[in-house]
């Protein structure tokens, strides 16, 4: 287990601020220390909560050229045929994952691939599992030309907590399944298309593991004996 970069500069200020509200309240506030303790204690449990949210453990990758696994901790909670507006403009299958705060917020590649498609949207912020949420929050969008032939379009979508969505990946940059392309700050989700003749190996309520659950596989183009 290991603290995300993304995280580290925001606990190094919130460790220095609960310490200089602490130690002020003790020294300008002797006369009520059950006050001082309560607040102390607070200070120890928010602490703590943003600590979690930062971790990034250790996972088992799973590489696998016709196989699209999670690419993010959390529920499975759309499962659907659906038209997708921005790249390919015509019906995919959806896989939308939740992740609450207590979740881990790396995003990984479900794919390994060539970025073919990247681009970042300014937007609301309304609650992730909000239908809206798709195509109004502040999201990105990215689509990876996979090893294995079809293109996987992928979003990161900032939920009614999140402020701040990171990315790590641009256009014709090569990625790998598993590796780390993104993180998202405080509540959010992501959602995969594929195309229709894809095998959806989840179901809705499903948890996941970034990296490590498949949630579907590709149809692969049989190769021909002439070839």
Aim: charged fraction near 20%.
């Amino acid at each position: 287990m290991k603290i995300h970069k993304e995280g580290r500069r925001i606990l190094f200020f919130t460790l220095l601020t609960l310490l200089v509200i602490n130690l002020l309240l003790y020294n300008y506030n002797a006369a009520n220390m059950t006050f001082n303790r309560i607040f102390s204690g607070i200070s120890v449990v928010v602490f703590l909560l943003i600590l979690q949210f930062f971790r990034s453990p250790y996972r088992n990758l799973l590489l696998h050229e016709d196989l699209i696994v999670a690419p993010a901790d959390g529920k499975v909670v759309v499962i659907e045929e659906i038209e997708e507006p921005e790249y390919f403009k015509e019906r995919r299958k959806q896989i939308s994952i939740f992740m609450s705060p207590i979740n881990v917020h790396v995003t990984r590649n479900p794919v390994s691939g060539i970025v073919k498609y990247f681009k970042y949207h300014p937007g609301n912020y309304f609650v992730a599992w909000h239908p809206k949420s798709s195509t109004q929050n502040e999201r990105t969008t990215v689509v990876v030309e996979s090893t294995a032939g079809p293109e996987v379009l992928f979003r990161q979508i900032a939920g009614a907590m999140a402020r701040r969505i990171v990315w790590y990946v641009k256009e014709n940059d090569e990625v790998s399944q598993g590796e780390e392309f993104g993180f998202i700050k405080f509540g959010s989700r992501v959602d995969v298309f594929l195309p229709l003749d894809t095998e959806i190996k989840v179901e809705l309520g499903q948890k996941t593991k970034g990296g490590e659950t498949v949630i579907a596989q590709l149809k692969t183009p049989t190769p021909s004996l002439f070839s």
